[in-house]
């Protein structure tokens, strides 16, 4: 047996068989990679690819036997005769076909070496084929801080790098910032499920201790962006970037997930999955285990945290679609949209009554509608549903946080329960420690209970996951102008403007900060740049107090009481305590505690209304609304 095996495997070389398998493999592998990289472009089902696969694999046996039972000749394809029999190849035909079947395979080898670099340099980079989100109302975003504000233009990172926190600090190693993927589905209303699953990746990450986790807000400003890895992670404070694609058709889905190196652009990891759709959790599961499997992240283990999760307990994926369409509605903050959201959200429980954090965002939806944009009447049957819908929400899972930021945000909106909100607050950031938004919300409910400086700490620590929020740059401007840090507060303030130009209220921020400077001039321009709305209204009533005209002065504060009487009560009484009227002041704070101005919860860092804190009246109203009457804030001389 023994002494045949050279002869055998002689034979193998003579008929260029082993050749023949290599150059197929090669031939095969280009092949696969070719169709999965057109056929999407022309809506070919992911079961063309399959059969590609299958195809190839059944004719390799079919080419090795091919290549040893035949030879191709000048005359045609005939058996291939034995070696020492009359009819065989010469030597010399031997080594020529030798030759090209060698000039083959390295040509297949080149192309896929070239493949191969194309995919992971040029898609790497390519631009996502979607659409930026419309900018929320700033208005509504300034009166309540616990709303947020979208769509910054990139164009504001130069004119505000060097505000941002993130740039000046040395970045950590384990972080992370989660591109929005693009929407490779060939339907542009199918991109809210895209951005939901990379919202889900950024929500799944959160729970790794040690790893720092860009929020959405910042994360998804840099959709369509053609900067370089290195500047967008410096721009966000990151070590890596998530980059990928999601395209969804029928009852399939393919992912392709790249894990980069910002510095350089280089591939830490990446993998494309094509899945059923019924394995879509399974798959966000493998997906996030992977990241945090390379960047070498754990689970949090901090005392009272809990992993979040945002997916409905049947696996319903019906419900989950329903509930990326409330959230991607939710987003926009219009009206319409969060009317929208509610209808998705209510769908979401209707298809899975036990979907907490479905129940958690009705609640935040019905309290933004009727915080922003019902009447008297509307906004409490609104409140109601949101009560609702929280209650259900906490009693599904006590351990939800985002219930618990739901009742902290109905407690705000609808009641003015500033230590219940507090309470609730401090709750949903303790089972998620990570939480940007937590940590912010928890930070403007301490400052309403005159906790400044704790506010403008947890502040800095939430822009430090979420760098690009101009809104909440405008909050922290506000916390360091009332501790008299007016330097900072302006630096702060300016990054926001910078971010977000045409945004509301940001001018009128700069304008209080050279009020306390007692610079009327700068004052007045900065008012100026107020766009139109009530805030500029407001800017320049202020602005003039100070001003050498008190006959425009006195104009401006009636053109505010004409058209803000109700809406800007607060503003009106912070007018009056800069003229030095403490009676109209009160008279207006009163008015604004009657018609539930959110205005009232700047009392305790007010530097304006409070130069009166130590009249008897202050610690009363203070008592009326549920504040306590000590701040660590500096009161306007």
């Not at 092949?31 to 070919?44: H, I, K, Y």
Request: with cysteine; proline share 5%; aromatic share 8%.
């Amino acid at each position: 047996m023994a002494s045949d095996e050279p002869g055998f495997f002689e034979e193998l070389k003579r008929r260029h068989v082993v050749r023949v398998a290599i150059a197929y493999v090669v031939a095969g592998w280009l092949l696969v990679q070719v169709a999965t990289q057109v056929f999407p472009f022309f809506n070919v089902p992911n079961w063309a690819v399959r059969l590609v696969v299958i195809l190839l694999a059944i004719g390799f046996p079919v080419a090795v036997a091919f290549a040893w039972i035949y030879e191709i000749t000048p005359e045609g394809v005939r058996r291939t005769e034995a070696a020492d029999s009359p009819g065989a190849r010469s030597e010399h035909a031997n080594r020529q076909i030798g030759r090209k079947l060698n000039a083959l395979i390295i040509a297949a080898l080149v192309l896929a070496v070239a493949l191969l670099g194309w995919r992971l340099v040029v898609l790497r980079h390519a631009s996502p084929p979607s659409e930026v989100a419309a900018a929320r109302s700033p208005d509504a975003a300034k009166r309540n801080p616990g709303t947020t504000s979208h769509a910054i233009p990139d164009s504001a990172a130069g004119a505000a790098a060097s505000g941002l926190q993130a740039a000046a600090q040395s970045i950590p190693e384990k972080s992370v910032a989660v591109l929005p993927f693009a929407n490779e589905s060939g339907n542009k209303d199918e991109q809210f499920f895209s951005d939901g699953l990379s919202d889900d990746l950024i929500n799944a990450l959160s729970q790794f201790a040690g790893l720092k986790v860009i929020s959405r807000n910042s994360a998804f400003q840099f959709r369509d962006s053609h900067d370089s890895s290195a500047k967008i992670g410096k721009l966000l404070g990151v070590a890596h970037l998530l980059e990928g694609s999601v395209q969804r058709s029928e009852n399939e889905v393919r992912i392709t997930a790249t894990l980069v190196n910002a510095s350089d652009g280089s591939v830490v990891w990446s993998q494309r999955y094509d899945k059923p759709y019924k394995d879509l959790f399974a798959l966000q599961d493998a997906i996030t285990h992977s990241i945090a499997d390379a960047l070498k992240a754990k689970l949090l283990t901090a005392p009272g945290a809990v992993v979040q999760s945002d997916r409905p307990p049947s696996g319903n994926l019906d419900a989950y679609t329903a509930y990326l369409r409330g959230i991607s509605g939710n987003s926009l903050g219009t009206e319409a949209s969060l009317r929208a959201a509610i209808t998705d959200f209510e769908e979401a429980v209707r298809l899975d009554p036990r979907y907490t954090a479905a129940y958690a965002q009705l609640s935040r939806a019905w309290a933004g509608l009727a915080g922003q944009y019902l009447d008297y009447a509307k906004a409490q049957r609104a409140y109601a549903e949101a009560r609702v819908a929280a209650d259900t929400a906490l009693k599904l899972d006590p351990d939800s946080s985002l219930a618990h930021h739901a009742r902290a945000y109905l407690l705000l909106s609808a009641d003015m329960d500033w230590r219940g909100a507090e309470a609730e607050y401090r709750r949903a950031l303790q089972l998620a420690p990570d939480d940007a938004y937590a940590k912010f919300s928890l930070g403007s409910v301490l400052a309403t209970l005159g906790q400044t400086q704790r506010a403008a700490d947890l502040t800095r620590q939430a822009l430090d996951s979420n760098p690009r929020n101009a809104n909440w740059y405008s909050w922290l401007a506000t916390y360091l102008t009332a501790l008299d840090k007016l330097d900072g507060a302006a630096r702060a303030a300016n990054t926001s403007v910078a971010f977000q130009p045409d945004a509301a209220a940001y001018h009128e921020q700069l304008a209080i900060i050279e009020i306390l400077r007692g610079d009327a001039k700068a004052a007045l321009a900065a008012a100026q740049k107020e766009p139109p709305s009530v805030w500029h209204d407001i800017a320049m009533a202020l602005a003039l107090q100070i001003g050498p005209d008190r006959q425009v002065a006195d104009a401006a504060l009636e053109n505010l009481i004409a058209k803000g009487a109700d809406g800007d009560a607060y503003q009106i009484a912070e007018v009056y305590a800069l003229r030095r009227d403490p009676d109209n002041m009160f008279k207006w704070l009163d008015h604004a505690w009657k018609v539930r101005d959110p205005g009232i919860s700047n009392l305790l860092y007010d530097p304006l209304i409070l130069r009166y804190r130590h009249d008897p009246r202050f610690a009363a109203f203070c008592q009326k609304v549920g504040l306590p009457t000590t701040t660590d804030a500096v009161a306007m001389k």
